[in-house]
């Protein structure tokens, strides 16, 4: 962890603090006491008086495993008009360009060779493709 907590790591202090002590959850995210007592205080995760008797006098309560993963998102993000423009630009301009290169007819490089070799039974360039030449034999007769 280097230290360093991100903020899937803040959604588990803030979910386990008021129940376990400071070093229980320094431990199971990998940082230091003091790094959590920190982010406590910048994040404004205090606890009462009775929740810090309550740890100290049941400090075995099972700490859920920690598991370093992002949590789902509170909210979606929302794209707005320019970046859905841009995008659909990207799209299009994409679309053009493919439709306007796009050969005519079957060509003559490793589509034409497979159709070619389907259709007299033989065996295509290596790797040969064993099982789209059989399906080709197949679909022939």
Do not use: C, W
């Amino acid at each position: 962890m280097l230290g360093r907590l991100l903020g899937h790591d803040i959604a588990y202090l803030r979910a386990h603090f008021r129940e376990h002590s400071d070093a229980r959850l320094a431990k199971a995210l990998g940082v230091s006491k003091e790094r959590v007592l920190i982010l406590r205080e910048k994040h404004g995760l205090r606890r009462s008086r009775e929740e810090t008797a309550q740890i100290k006098k049941q400090p075995d309560i099972p700490l859920p495993p920690y598991h370093a993963q992002a949590p789902t998102p509170e909210s979606s993000a929302q794209l707005d008009q320019r970046t859905l423009f841009g995008a659909a630009l990207v799209f299009l301009t994409t679309i053009a360009v493919y439709l306007r290169t796009l050969p005519p007819t079957v060509t003559g490089e490793d589509s034409g060779e497979f159709v070619a070799a389907a259709y007299t039974m033989g065996i295509a360039h290596p790797p040969g493709y064993p099982e789209l030449n059989h399906r080709g034999t197949e679909s022939k007769e």
